[in-house]
């Protein structure tokens, strides 16, 4: 019990403030614990407790008491007031870089107190330190020494731009400062000063202190521009690069033939996007391609990258240098380079790893890096399979525009992959990649309403989608649309029709579609019957493995239909279906040895999502890969 008391007791004067010393005699403790013991005893209003732990922790560094023991100084709290002493250890804090120290310091030299009162220049300095490092009232004092021009150059344009950073802190009078240098820009402007014409035209675009407006952004700009501006002529081009290519190119020159550097390095940019070939033009364009190059500019060194391997700019088209510009580009920062360096590490099967690395640089950015990532994740090619992952990067993708990633966000909801199945989600998904042209989202969501699974069937929405498919090319499209004509599902019943798309889709090379037509002409379905032409359509699809084909032919010689009847070769087809694993092939050679009746397949159709891209290994990911290979401004 008497322990107990005893650690009560103790812990009693520790809440109390942890203040049990002598006078003069101040126990070795840790700078933090320094610390709080001096905060504990100010608060107390212990001043002289305070005085001392601050003392010794502002002696042993700490920044954060040297400010405190400089106040005490200044305040004569817990010690005779001393000004210079205030002021000394004030600069020994703002030294150590201590936001409000730099402030105070600069007011104690600006005004003199308790050190010589120094030009209002050097002041500035340390009003600028606090500034950058965030110290409000520091901000709105540098915009008014900008203002003004006391202490530093006047410039208007670092004035407005403190004074909008005090503004977002709520600094008093931040916002009379901004309106001050807003009219004396917008008067400046009008009197025809072109670099206030050139600032206010960006304060338009930004729409900084005023509210945004493009058209007075460009009438701004054409003002200062006209006038031989350098500044306004590129800003100018810039901004009209992506409407006005003309213009804008013109504008550039201007500002690059006066000495702009970036404006040469946009122009070449540009040129190179609108696949230009006058001789001069392009000499211009390959010399500021050349200087940026030599001076390693990241942009140009990508730029000339894409030049070279598109063969733009009247070069000759080659890939030398081009990997080791990219990366080069890529490690500058340039994210259009980061995400083409990682596709062509992918499609080199070099470094996955690296390639991932390169992608997550560049997707805080790129959607197109973002689209990648989620179907190297989805693959998992080289690396760990990730399906949370792909569907992450997928939906930030999406958000931003890719039309790839929500095709294959249909096909994860679909398939039940890194989400729930669900059809209807896949749909929604589907339907947003579909209309912005998406042909693989058009095709998976007529073989959903065809099939009729997990959403109502509907083949009059699976016939437009095919049809759609059907009418760019699209051979397993026409082969499934000219199915529905021979069964009037969704479409009009019309064998004749069939028979056209089926002659379309195998004319293309679709080897459903030649059996189907093979089929048609044996049948005389739609067509004029003709066992020869049976025969020949039979034979292409068989000559390419396919096993319905191989059976019919073996069908075509046992029967002598279109051929002299020959069993040896008849056999010969049966063994190769069935080696291809057709078991109703087997089953006819039987039928061929003991005189018995043959089966054959009819339609053949392609009635499942596609969804190679996630299931075949070796697949060639050039296609399905998204890369920039264009310019950048």
Do not use: C
């Amino acid at each position: 019990m008497k322990v107990l008391l005893s650690l009560l007791f103790i812990a009693g004067f520790a809440g109390a403030g942890l203040y049990f010393t002598g006078s003069s005699d101040i126990q070795k403790s840790s700078n933090s614990d320094m610390m709080q013991l001096g905060n504990f005893a100010y608060q107390e209003k212990r001043f002289d407790d305070a005085f001392k732990w601050y003392e010794n922790a502002a002696k042993q560094g700490i920044a954060k008491a040297q400010l405190r023991l400089s106040e005490m100084y200044q305040a004569g709290q817990g010690v005779d007031k001393d000004e210079v002493a205030a002021a000394t250890w004030l600069s020994k804090a703002a030294k150590q870089g201590l936001p409000q120290a730099e402030y105070e310091y600069a007011v104690a030299l600006e005004f003199g107190r308790g050190t010589k009162r120094t030009s209002i220049k050097e002041a500035a300095t340390w009003y600028q330190k606090a500034a950058q490092h965030a110290y409000p009232e520091a901000m709105l004092k540098v915009a008014k020494l900008y203002f003004s021009g006391l202490g530093m150059d006047k410039d208007l344009e670092q004035a407005l731009k403190w004074a909008l950073q005090a503004a977002n802190k709520h600094v008093p009078d931040a916002d009379n400062i901004v309106s001050s240098i807003v009219q004396e820009v917008e008067d400046l402007a009008n009197q025809g000063d072109y670099p206030s014409q050139h600032m206010l035209a960006l304060m338009y675009q930004q729409g900084l202190a005023v509210e945004q407006d493009e058209n007075l952004a460009l009438t701004w700009l054409r003002k200062a521009a006209s006038k031989g501006y350098i500044d306004a002529q590129y800003d100018l081009g810039r901004t009209l690069a992506q409407t006005q290519e003309n213009q804008a190119l013109y504008w550039l020159q201007k500002a690059a033939s006066n000495g702009h550097v970036k404006a040469g390095y946009m122009a070449a940019a540009l040129m190179a996007q609108q696949h230009i070939t006058d001789p001069q033009k392009v000499s211009q364009a390959w010399r500021w391609l050349y200087h940026g190059s030599q001076t390693k500019q990241p942009k140009v060194m990508y730029n000339l990258a894409i030049a070279l391997h598109q063969g733009q700019l009247g070069l000759p088209q080659t890939n030398f240098h081009y990997q080791t510009w990219l990366e080069q580009a890529a490690r500058g920062g340039v994210t259009e380079s980061q995400n083409d360096y990682a596709v062509k590490l992918i499609l080199q099967k070099q470094n996955i790893k690296k390639a991932v690395s390169w992608l997550n640089k560049a997707a805080s950015k790129d959607v197109k890096a973002q689209f990648n990532l989620g179907l190297i994740y989805a693959r998992g090619d080289m690396i760990t399979p990730d399906d949370d992952a792909a569907v992450r990067w997928w939906k930030q993708a999406a958000k931003n525009g890719s039309i790839k990633a929500k095709m294959m966000l249909g096909l994860f909801y679909n398939l039940g992959r890194g989400v729930g199945r669900s059809e209807k989600e896949a749909v929604y998904w589907y339907e947003q990649a579909a209309k912005l042209g998406e042909h693989n989202a058009s095709y998976n969501l007529g073989v959903l309403y065809y099939n009729g699974r997990g959403i109502d069937r509907d083949y009059k929405k699976a016939a437009d989608y095919f049809h759609q498919l059907a009418k760019q090319g699209d051979t397993d499209a026409q082969n499934i649309y000219a199915s529905l004509f021979l069964e009037g599902q969704g479409v009009k019943y019309s064998p004749k029709t069939a028979v056209q798309w089926f002659k379309k889709a195998a004319s293309a090379g679709n080897i459903k579609a030649m059996f189907n037509l093979a089929t048609q002409y044996r049948t005389g379905s739609g067509i004029q019957q003709s066992d020869k032409k049976a025969l020949f359509w039979y034979k292409k699809a068989a000559d390419l493995n396919f096993a319905p084909a191989q059976n019919a032919m073996g069908y075509m010689y046992a029967e002598g239909r279109g051929t002299k009847a020959d069993k040896d070769i008849a056999e010969m087809w049966f063994q190769k279906a069935s080696d291809n694993g057709l078991s109703l092939a087997t089953q006819n050679t039987s039928a061929l040895k003991q005189h018995g009746s043959f089966a054959l397949l009819r339609l053949q159709i392609d009635n499942t999502v596609r969804s190679d891209i996630l299931t075949k290994k070796n697949m060639n990911l050039a296609s399905w890969l998204e890369v920039h290979q264009q310019a950048v401004l």
